[in-house]
């Protein structure tokens, strides 16, 4: 915990956090690369910033300056950030000090943890699982307990479902809540900065250390940043829970089904309304092919410059496309060759209008359904898995495939509509932890981290942390 805690030897919190992460890589292989903490830990001392002397760690498609940045592609392995995010700037003006850049799934497309260009991340609740992606290494690091606070990023889920895995505090606040600025990209129309904590207080108060308006992102919203951790009330009578009722009837475990009923059952006895709110399952069914087709066409599009030419690794070739094309082919793992030709697909002059249109009207009908099922409840909330997760054996699981469609994907509703969505841990199976989801209104993080902390208070998994052994 970092909120209403002030760290008195910040040196010490900084390097046990070092050591715990490089003592513990053998084992989960969270990291990129550990960064040089002198100068930040001397201006931790003199800071008065909300996060000062909290050892922290960046998802490594975050710039900052001077330091690797890879986005966990070969392609960027040797690349150096020119200059920091705003949201680096944001946490090192607060005191918060980077020890650290964490693996991902290339460019956050994925889902497993398994397709860094450093390997494998794994569970630290049990290292033959994964811990979930896009952010696997920060979700990792922050429920290891070598830090508190992770910087993620998440374009479909890359912050919920990890956390869900992983049994931490998960957000994706509004779109336009927090600066893009100095992000490597993913889908610019879905992509949002997310945060793990393991805590709701902690996860209120980095809130209000990143959110506001920054003019180098235009999508950025001027919206004042409320004092959420201030303000945080977890009193859940009168509030109006509604459950997603689709995600409950796809999901099979039983084990799933009793721990989330369970809790909706405390929270009725807390005072909460619950409604079972349902949207057309037949369009629910579309969310995977349509974030797919928009997030691989947005891709494409954004990541054509990297082509071996103007960043990082360049392979030899006879002519300049040969070049480019032995560059990229080296460059990027197959699972995002495979996503770049749904892409080019998807944008190709030909398909545009069936695909790529068709897709995005698809969206906005989607984001209809979500605003109506919102319009009379307080949040909406439902499992953030049918499942713990998954063994890192388990090769389906970044397939296109039919299996638990609702259940695993209807989280991408939060990036369809930009509303804010959070997932909290509510128990363990089997030892393994799974997260519940709490989506709220555009702009109404207060409303959501309200709910979120009521709901903290009634299963006790606050501050949960992994004992990682192997
Ligand atoms: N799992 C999704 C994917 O494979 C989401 C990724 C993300 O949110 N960055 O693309």
Do not use: W
Request: include cysteine; charged fraction near 20%.
């Amino acid at each position: 915990m970092f909120a209403n805690r002030k760290i008195v030897n910040i040196e010490n919190e900084v390097l046990t956090a070092i050591s715990v992460a490089r003592k513990q890589q053998p084992l989960l292989n969270a990291m990129v690369s550990f960064t040089e903490v002198d100068e930040a830990i001397e201006h931790a001392k003199s800071s008065s910033g909300k996060m000062a002397g909290v050892p922290i760690v960046l998802k490594d498609n975050v710039l900052t300056k001077g330091v690797r940045t890879t986005g966990s592609v070969s392609i960027l392995d040797n690349y150096i950030g020119a200059y920091d995010a705003t949201i680096t700037t944001k946490l090192k003006d607060a005191g918060a000090v980077i020890i650290g850049k964490s693996a991902l799934d290339g460019l956050g497309m994925g889902g497993t943890g398994t397709n860094c260009h450093t390997g494998f991340v794994h569970n630290p609740y049990d290292v033959n699982r994964m811990a979930g992606g896009s952010s696997a290494g920060s979700a990792a690091l922050v429920a290891s307990g070598a830090v508190s606070f992770a910087i993620g990023s998440d374009t479909g889920d890359s912050v919920r479902k990890p956390a869900s895995f992983v049994g931490i505090v998960g957000v994706k606040p509004t779109y336009g809540r927090i600066s893009r600025y100095g992000i490597i990209p993913y889908a610019s129309s879905l992509d949002h900065v997310g945060y793990f904590t393991r805590s709701v207080e902690d996860a209120a108060l980095a809130l209000e250390v990143l959110a506001g308006r920054d003019d180098r992102d235009m999508t950025s919203s001027f919206r004042i940043v409320e004092d959420y951790l201030a303000n945080l009330n977890g009193n859940l009578s009168g509030k109006t829970i509604g459950v997603l009722g689709n995600v409950i009837d796809s999901i099979k475990n039983e084990s799933t089904l009793k721990l989330f009923n369970d809790l909706v059952d405390k929270c009725k006895t807390a005072g909460a309304t619950i409604k079972i709110v349902s949207m057309d399952p037949k369009r629910l069914q579309t969310c995977l092919p349509v974030y797919y087709i928009i997030a691989n066409s947005e891709a494409t599009a954004n990541h054509s410059n990297l082509d071996g030419i103007r960043f990082g690794m360049q392979e030899s070739g006879d002519t300049l496309e040969e070049l480019m094309t032995n560059s990229r082919t080296k460059g990027f793992s197959f699972l995002l060759r495979k996503r770049f030709i749904i892409g080019s697909y998807s944008l190709a002059d030909e398909n545009q209008e069936l695909l790529l249109r068709k897709a995005q009207k698809v969206r906005r009908l989607l984001v209809e359904d979500f605003k109506a099922a919102l319009a009379d409840v307080d949040v909406l909330i439902a499992p953030a898995s049918g499942d713990v997760a998954p063994l890192l054996t388990d090769t389906s699981a970044d397939q296109l495939s039919a299996r638990y469609l609702i259940a695993e994907n209807y989280m991408v509703l939060g990036n369809f509509s930009g509303y804010p969505s959070m997932t909290i841990p509510m128990g363990k199976i089997n030892g393994l932890p799974m997260g519940i989801n709490i989506t709220a209104k555009p702009f109404e993080e207060q409303v959501m981290f309200d709910v979120a902390f009521g709901m903290e208070n009634l299963t006790g998994c606050k501050n949960m942390t992994a004992e990682v052994t192997v």
